[in-house]
């Protein structure tokens, strides 16, 4: 089971972190990813990493985001900079073992968290 929290109201400009919490099952060998979807769009890809610390991220988030994750604690995080109105989405966490940008990538999938962002 996956857990994300940290999402909220922010202004644009504004910093947020997300957290992703696993339980059931140690994820620690497992590829973590972060997606979001906004009302009436797609879900997208945000970030993803390795187990080994290996990253990549979407062209819109890269610089300003940073994907992270904690091994012992079973969580990942996403530490959001700089945030824009269109960051603005229901954020997903998730797991699988293909380190991919596409939702078929990922086996397992947590609940959203809303992240706003107002102008």
């Known amino acids: 089971q996956l857990q994300a929290s940290g999402g909220g109201l922010v202004q644009a400009g504004g910093s947020l972190r997300l957290s992703c919490a696993a339980s059931g099952r140690t994820f620690s060998s497992s590829f973590m990813g972060w997606f979001r979807q906004a009302p009436g769009k797609e879900r997208e890809f945000v970030a993803a990493?390795?187990?080994?610390?290996?990253?990549r991220y979407a062209t819109s988030v890269s610089g300003r985001f940073t994907i992270s994750r904690d091994n012992a604690k079973n969580t990942v995080y996403l530490q959001m900079n700089s945030l824009k109105p269109e960051d603005t989405a229901d954020y997903y966490c998730?797991?699988?073992?293909?380190?991919?940008?596409?939702?078929?990538?990922?086996?397992?999938w947590g609940q959203g968290t809303l992240v706003t962002v107002s102008s």
């Open positions: 998730a797991a699988g073992t293909v380190f991919g940008a596409t939702v078929r990538s990922y086996d397992y």
């Open positions: 990493i390795k187990w080994s610390g290996g990253t």
